[in-house]
């Protein structure tokens, strides 16, 4: 993903500055970036880091590693922010600390399914799409190898009857983030690709640009559009013809600021919506297919 996001200042211009501000604005002074609240947080702290290294900027090192030190024990975290903590610690490019990594992969593992999927709490019987994604990630960003036994046949019980996916079996219409989640992991295991979930994730693109998070949603979203472009881009599905009206939508929700609103009802920028705008402009940055 960051690797797609760093060409979101082709798009920006010089927009590419004011969004750089934001993004620091952000940062409180324990190290930790805002919340929607202004609190500092974790998972967004994940996205100012992410955020940052998309627009190329220097990061705040020192600041931000007192703030993840108060989460060493990891033991108060949930499967989530212990994802976020190997995230963190991944985009500042800590040396590896074995006994934190087995910490936060026991407590991952923890959260195995009988499946074979991850859930996002302990106990669940089935996997989901979202906390697979997770893990994944995490093993990555701690230099682990992945124990993927059973992930695809996992996900593929998370297939609803339309072709998406859901995070949960049996569905008749499953979510874009879901479905995209799901093809991502497949993608990275090598598992053959669903042409299938990217024509169904094609369906759910707004005709004035942005992806709905499901058929039912009322209007389309950033979180859905950046995570449908970047699974369609690893399906190979040309989106030529989507790129105007997209570039349309996500100018639509950015603001003189710097940040970017999450939807059109929005009222809040953060951290997380803005880098899913530079998610979403690094795709939209790259000529057709």
Not at 51 to 77: H, K, M, N, W, Y
Not at 151 to 170: F, H, K, M, T, W
Not at 183 to 198: F, T, Y
């Amino acid at each position: 993903m960051l690797q797609v996001a760093r060409l979101a200042p082709k798009q920006l211009g010089e927009s590419r500055d004011l969004v750089a501000a934001f993004v620091r604005e952000r940062l409180n002074a324990d190290g930790g970036f805002q919340d929607r609240t202004g609190a500092s947080d974790l998972y967004y702290t994940v996205f100012g880091l992410d955020a940052l290294i998309a627009l190329q900027e220097e990061l705040p090192v020192e600041q931000t590693v007192r703030f993840l030190e108060r989460f060493s024990g990891c033991d108060t975290l949930d499967f989530v922010h212990r994802c976020c903590l190997a995230r963190a610690r991944a985009a500042l490019r800590l040396p590896p600390d074995d006994a934190l990594a087995d910490r936060l992969l026991a407590a991952i593992e923890a959260s195995r399914t009988d499946d074979g999927g991850y859930s996002t709490t302990v106990g669940a019987q089935h996997g989901s799409a979202y906390a697979a994604f997770l893990a994944l990630g995490a093993h990555q960003d701690l230099g682990r190898p992945f124990p993927d036994e059973g992930i695809v046949e996992s996900l593929r019980e998370l297939r609803a009857a339309d072709g998406s996916y859901g995070n949960q079996p049996g569905l008749k219409s499953g979510v874009t983030t879901a479905t995209a989640a799901a093809v991502l992991v497949m993608h990275q295991l090598g598992a053959p690709a669903d042409r299938e979930a990217g024509i169904w994730l094609l369906d759910q693109c707004h005709a004035r640009g942005g992806f709905f998070a499901s058929p039912s949603a009322p209007v389309p979203d950033l979180l859905s559009t950046a995570t449908a472009l970047h699974a369609l881009s690893v399906l190979h599905v040309p989106i030529a013809g989507l790129r105007d009206p997209c570039l349309d939508f996500v100018d639509s929700l950015w603001t003189n600021r710097g940040g970017f609103f999450g939807t059109w009802a929005d009222d809040v920028v953060d951290c997380e919506y803005t880098f899913y705008a530079l998610l979403a402009l690094g795709h939209l940055s790259l000529g057709p297919s």
